[in-house]
């Protein structure tokens, strides 16, 4: 079929009337029930479809607009994606928030619960596969041809549960209602090999001879943009086994487990996420999800390629392949592999082609988060991209070598194969040499990538390296999350255009000193908290929120909540600040120490609850099962967001700039984009503290002393001893023995000044016209930190890709 020769979509119609009418025909006809017997879910599934085809229309004739420009395409490489809910962020992007209201309205439905029907895709960890779905969002809202390609994991990110304190984690069935968001596409499947070995033919050429075959079976999700006609995907690989993977003899013998054997196999490969987060996961399967996700995507986007014609040096004019961290990397090896073995391309032609493609995303500093891989593994898993990495390696240490002679060390930092204690690939190397740009995600990740982790290849391709600060998305973290505030901005600005560009919000400014505006905002952010329902509405409202790592320092926040706990009991009548403080997030199952930390927190909040003394002034709060959608509550609620790591660990971190856009003030050390959210905001209007990444480098090398803060600060030492003596119910002994005998993170040597800064927030707190100012100017000046500046400058930096307009008609 050639659907380039126009398409003749009877438009869906806009008014409500409408809407109701197509909603009940979907009831009739898709859901096949009627409106006696429709159960939620039905009307939910029916709401979904009728929202979802008038995506589908703007999809159909974005595509057609996509054919005729014939553009250059963006294709965003991710293992992860934490999309979020989609039903209320697509009746906004689909402009039916009126008339959906209103259909549902007339049908008796509710839109709440409808709102719960809508199930989470949580197919991420924490910040690296939200900024995904940020990305994906502000391409489509700025037009840019672009598919998202990813892995669509039967089982998300587990559910968080606490038993007796402790996180207990559930497995996330997101798909057991189903996925009416999801349009299946088992016509476009791919094949992907495995394992095996590689020979030679007549013509000398390497061939693979796999081992085992698996098949990937597409389905997309819809990206709308915001504000345009613009509607991309985003595409999740399935893993199934073959036809001939189901063995009917055995079945038929009785032999049922083995029967299936190789079909389970093979579909465990898009089982699971895996939970881990800035840290390495060496799993075989993990390794195979990776190569899985990379040789679909590509076999795909060549297939694309192939539609519109031309030969093959036409390919990174047309396509521009980003890399969200190493995961996607083997894309490099499995590109070479395609044009090599399989196109017959000469490895230079090759090479170059390939690096024009490719551009990689390091989210990270911290060593043990780089991917390496054992060789072994490597060598029966992907035999054939072995043999290509050991050959872009000898090319690329051929190069070391002539640009500095007898540099040995030189030679063996800088390859592809680690030797010692184990021979490993260095994945992050391997995406260093094989990309035409090398981005980090704010100014001092980005200028510490090229002084530190990846220093020698900075030195030798400087102009490979650039950054580009973080962003998110506005629509989802303002506009959906906080209607009031959105509203009340919208009046003050004359319009919502804001929300499609975000430097509108300096036009409030104006309103900086005016007592009835201030007002209202502060009555918005007081509603917030009540609609959230965690603690006294007229506390302060101190949020940290985020996945659990010792760099992130929740035991920072916690020694401190001790500390306070102690003041109070020890004055209880004396002036304190009521505070509630929100910890949310999820740790690594295996990660034992953020589990301890949890567990500790948990043990606090209960012995403070228990206190009738200190309760008045303080409250800890902990809910579980920290996702996208807890979050859309919570940041709206904060007052004071917590972005205390230590300072030259956090690549950027996004909640930071989802709190300030909310009007949250930050209590920030100098790192990841702290540092660029302060320059922005304002230093009067976010509260500094503690060691700056060069002070913390050389206290690390000076040697570090825990012990002797301990020692020297009366309050720390009352706090680390209460956990010790087992004030909280006993738990947590633990973390204070990490803390004192080791401390990795530089805690200890940051409490004083964390917690007289932590005065400062009180004593401002105090005033509470000057706070709302600063809180006003928080999200005035955030407009830096929305995706679609982001995207801009991967566009005009990296990209190099124009917009496609999408007409109406
Ligand atoms: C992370 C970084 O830790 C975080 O600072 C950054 O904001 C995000 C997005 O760039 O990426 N890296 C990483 O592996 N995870 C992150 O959240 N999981």
């Known amino acids: 079929m050639d659907f380039r020769n126009g398409i003749g979509l009877r438009p869906l119609g806009s008014s409500a009337a409408e809407f109701e009418q197509d909603l009940l025909s979907n009831l009739y006809y898709r859901r096949g029930t009627t409106v006696e017997s429709a159960s939620a879910q039905d009307a939910y599934e029916s709401l979904v479809l009728t929202v979802r085809d008038r995506l589908a229309e703007r999809r159909a004739r974005t595509t057609a607009a996509h054919y005729a420009a014939n553009p250059r395409w963006v294709y965003y490489l991710s293992a992860e994606y934490l999309l979020g809910r989609q039903l209320e962020q697509n009746i906004l992007y689909s402009g039916t928030g009126e008339i959906a209201t209103a259909a549902m309205k007339a049908l008796g439905v509710s839109p709440e619960e409808m709102d719960e029907l809508d199930i989470e895709p949580g197919l991420g960890n924490g910040g690296l596969g939200r900024l995904a779905a940020c990305l994906v969002d502000a391409m489509a809202t700025l037009d840019i ?400 929120v985020k996945r659990f790592h010792e760099y992130k320092r929740q035991q920072l926040k916690l020694l401190h909540v001790i500390t306070q706990y102690h003041r109070i009991k020890d004055n209880p009548g004396g002036d304190h600040v009521p505070r509630t403080v929100l910890f949310a997030g999820k740790a690594a199952p295996a990660y034992h120490a953020a589990k301890s930390i949890i567990r500790l927190i948990n043990a606090v909040a209960a012995t403070i609850e228990a206190d009738p003394a200190v309760t008045p002034y303080l409250k800890v709060v902990f809910p579980p099962n920290y996702n996208v959608t807890l979050g859309e509550l919570i940041i709206p609620a904060a007052d004071l967001s917590e972005q205390i790591s230590l300072a030259g660990k956090e690549a950027s971190g996004t909640g930071n700039m989802k709190l300030a856009l909310n009007g949250a003030l930050t209590i920030g050390t100098l790192d990841g984009a702290n540092i660029e959210i302060r320059e922005r905001v304002g230093a009067e209007n976010f509260f500094l503290f503690g060691l700056d990444t060069p002070a913390a480098t050389e206290l690390k090398a000076s040697g570090y002393h825990p012990r002797s803060y301990y020692e020297r600060d009366p309050e720390l030492r009352a706090a680390l001893d209460a956990i010790m003596s087992g004030a909280f119910g006993g738990v947590g002994k633990e973390v204070a023995e990490s803390l004192l005998n080791w401390d990795e993170y530089l805690t200890l040597a940051d409490f004083r000044a964390y917690a007289e800064c932590q005065e400062a927030v009180d004593r401002a707190w105090q005033d509470q016209t000057a706070w709302t100012k600063a809180s006003l100017l928080n999200t005035a000046r955030a407009g830096y930190f929305s995706a679609d500046r982001t995207v801009s400058d991967y566009a005009s930096t990296i990209w190099h890709v124009e917009p496609v307009r999408v007409t109406r008609d």
């Open 145 to 544: 041809p672009a598919i998202g390609y990813g892995i669509r994991y039967d089982f998300g990110i587990f559910k968080q549960t606490f038993v007796d304190g402790a996180q207990v984690e559930k497995p996330d069935d997101w798909t057991f209602q189903g996925n009416p968001w999801e349009f299946p596409a088992p016509d476009d499947r791919q094949t992907v090999f495995f394992y095996g070995h590689t020979t030679r033919d007549e013509a000398g050429r390497t061939k693979w001879i796999p081992g085992e075959i698996v098949l990937g079976e597409p389905s997309h999700m819809l990206v709308p943009g915001y504000g345009t006609e613009t509607v991309n995907i985003v595409r999740l690989w399935r893993a199934r086994g073959s036809e001939s993977s189901f063995d009917l003899e055995r079945f038929s013998a009785g032999q049922y487990a083995e029967a299936v054997q190789e079909a389970v196999r093979a579909e465990n490969i898009s089982k699971v996420l895996y939970p881990d987060d800035s840290t390495e996961l060496g799993r075989e399967l993990r390794l195979k999800q990776q190569y899985f996700l990379v040789s679909c995507s590509l076999r795909d986007i060549l297939r694309r390629f192939r539609l519109w014609g031309g030969p093959l040096t036409d390919f990174p004019a047309k396509s521009v392949i980003q890399l969200n961290d190493t995961h996607p990397s083997l894309a490099i090896p499995e590109l070479m592999r395609l044009l090599v073995d399989e196109e017959g391309l000469g490895w230079d032609e090759a090479w170059l082609l390939t690096q024009r493609t490719f551009a990689y995303t390091c989210h990270t500093l911290l060593p043990e988060a780089l991917e390496t891989w054992p060789v072994a593994l490597f060598e029966r898993l992907l035999p054939r991209h072995l043999e290509i990495i050991y050959e872009i390696n000898q090319r690329l240490l051929d190069e070391v070598r002539s640009r500095y002679p007898g540099d040995i060390d030189r030679v063996r930092r800088m390859s592809l194969i680690q030797e010692a204690p184990e021979r490993r690939v260095r994945m992050a190397h391997l995406a260093v040499a094989g990309t035409s740009a090398v981005n980090g995600v704010a100014e001092l990740h980005s200028q510490l990538l090229a002084e530190t982790t990846l220093h020698d290849f900075a030195t030798m391709w400087p102009g490979k390296f650039r950054n580009v600060t973080n962003g998110v998305s506005p629509r989802r973290f303002l506009r959906i999350a906080n209607p009031a505030l959105s509203e009340l901005i919208t009046s003050a600005l004359g319009d919502s255009r804001w929300a499609g560009d975000l430097d509108r919000l300096r036009g409030l400014e104006r309103f900086a000193d005016d007592p009835a505006f201030l007002r209202s905002w502060r009555d918005i952010k007081r509603a917030n908290k009540a609609r959230l329902g965690l603690g006294d509405p007229d506390a302060l409202m101190d949020v940290m």
